[in-house]
């Protein structure tokens, strides 16, 4: 059975910290790595990850994927209220579904 | 639309009812998904439609579940005689046409949340 594990479950930061997020991965007919933004209503695209060991960069988030440890990390440097919201990493397989990890709750603090 | 919609934003039911719960995808988006999302969880996948083809409907957690897009854009999901554990978000994805690309991101619409009383 396909599996999406993250970690930390929830996190509490300062504005200004830097986090770090964890997500491992494990599914047939792997395809790609998606990270999505959810705050209280549906998920926001962030990242897509196909290419193992290939940073991607949008202001201050940044992701990789490492194929080899089946796994995913996401970076937001200078943290920022607005950052508060639940982090979501999927993991694309056969027929393009996408298998969910239970989140990480992110709480930055003023 | 620039999105994808989803009809109604909120509903009630009483347990026992029967739902149907719209979406409407992204013009030209020939993939859509039905995602169920619980309180406190990631979304889980329910079934998968290319055009008006559903080639994946191992999500759906019983015979009571139902979904069709028989036009190949507009999709609706049918729970019967509805249950109080069918409480949850529902949410629709869209995804791109296909092409030589290995995979496209999945835009979701801002889901039904559905509560059964």
């Known amino acids: 059975e396909d599996k999406v594990v993250q970690s930390p479950l929830s996190l509490v930061v300062h504005e200004g910290d830097t986090v770090t997020l964890n997500c491992s991965y494990e599914?047939?007919?792997?395809?790609?790595l998606l990270w999505y933004k959810q705050e209280k209503k549906a998920p926001t695209f962030l990242f897509m990850l196909t290419s193992s060991g290939i940073e991607k960069k949008s202001g201050r988030l940044s992701s990789i994927l490492d194929k080899k440890e089946l796994s995913s990390i996401l970076n937001i440097t200078a943290t920022q209220t607005g950052d508060s919201a639940i982090y979501l990493c999927?993991?694309?397989?056969?027929?393009?579904?996408?298998?969910f990890g239970k989140g990480i709750t992110l709480s930055v603090r003023p | 639309g620039a999105g994808v919609s989803q009809s109604p934003r909120y509903k009630v039911a009483k347990r026992g009812q029967d739902v149907a719960l719209r979406c409407d995808p992204i013009s030209g988006h020939v993939s859509l998904f039905w995602y169920q999302q619980a309180l406190g969880q990631g979304p889980e996948f329910l079934t998968y439609f290319q055009n008006e083809a559903q080639l994946d409907k191992s999500g759906l957690p019983s015979d009571r579940f139902f979904a069709e897009r028989p036009e190949g854009s507009v999709s609706t999901l049918k729970i019967q005689r509805t249950q109080q554990e069918d409480s949850a978000v529902y949410l629709c994805?869209?995804?791109?046409?296909?092409?030589?690309?290995?995979?496209?991101?999945?835009?979701f619409g801002p889901g039904t949340r559905l509560t059964v009383t």
């Open positions: 994805a869209t995804m791109k046409p296909l092409s030589g690309k290995i995979s496209y991101e999945q835009y």
């Open positions: 599914v047939t007919n792997f395809r790609s």
């Open positions: 999927a993991a694309m397989g056969a027929n393009s579904k996408l298998t």
